[in-house]
């Protein structure tokens, strides 16, 4: 069963920086896996906000967080990362890491299998 954790969440004022990490278990299938970054707010259908290929060779980001967002890796130390500057009130949500198991880091959510609780991130004006 792949289990995956979010840390880093919290309050932060409005071009504030934040930083999200996502630990991932088993190991031996994280590093196989592309992994994604999605947020929602209650109400709101989920939105994707980033996405990593397996080898983290690849990223997509979503047009509301491009140029504010970065995305990527550690298949060592089983963790994906997204760093999030220039904060906005509208990314206030919850964000979850995902993972996908085709390992192409797709941007559809029904192809993440295995999600993580979230983390609450809420940016005040």
């Known amino acids: 069963q792949v289990q995956l954790v979010e840390s880093g969440g919290g309050l932060v004022q409005a071009g504030g920086s934040l930083s999200l990490s996502c630990s991932a278990s088993?190991?031996?299938?994280?590093?196989?896996?592309?992994m994604g970054w999605f947020r929602q707010v209650p109400g709101k259908e989920r939105e994707l906000v980033a996405t990593i290929t397996w080898r983290g060779d690849s990223t997509y980001y979503a047009d509301s967080v491009k140029g504010r967002c970065t995305i990527w890796r550690d298949n060592v130390k089983n963790m994906v990362n997204l760093q999030m500057s220039g904060l906005k009130p509208e990314d206030t949500a919850v964000y979850y890491c995902a993972a996908d198991p085709s390992g192409r880091g797709t941007r559809r959510s029904g192809d993440y299998l295995h999600w993580g609780q979230g983390t609450q991130v809420t940016v005040s004006s």
């Open positions: 088993p190991e031996p299938f994280f590093s196989t896996f592309g």
